[in-house]
């Protein structure tokens, strides 16, 4: 599923160091409760974040 357009999102960590998603990136992605994410930091300092292949299954 390729971006048509760049966007931004962002997200709010708790106090217990949490990463709330937001909820357009949850539905794109289809993350439910329990599913797992990636975060790559890549050499440039960019965070690519990734849902976990097969986390849907």
Same mark, same amino acid.
């Given at each position: 599923m390729p971006w048509t357009n760049?966007? &931004?999102f962002f997200a709010t960590v708790?106090?217990?160091g949490q990463i709330f998603i937001p909820k357009?990136? #949850?539905n794109?992605?289809?993350i439910?409760? &329990?599913d797992?994410?990636?975060f790559e930091v890549e050499d440039d300092g960019k965070?690519?974040?990734r849902? #976990?292949?097969g986390a849907d299954q």
């Open positions: 760049k966007f &931004r708790s106090d217990r357009a990136l #949850q794109y992605f289809r439910n409760s &329990r797992k994410v990636a965070v690519v974040f849902k #976990q292949k």
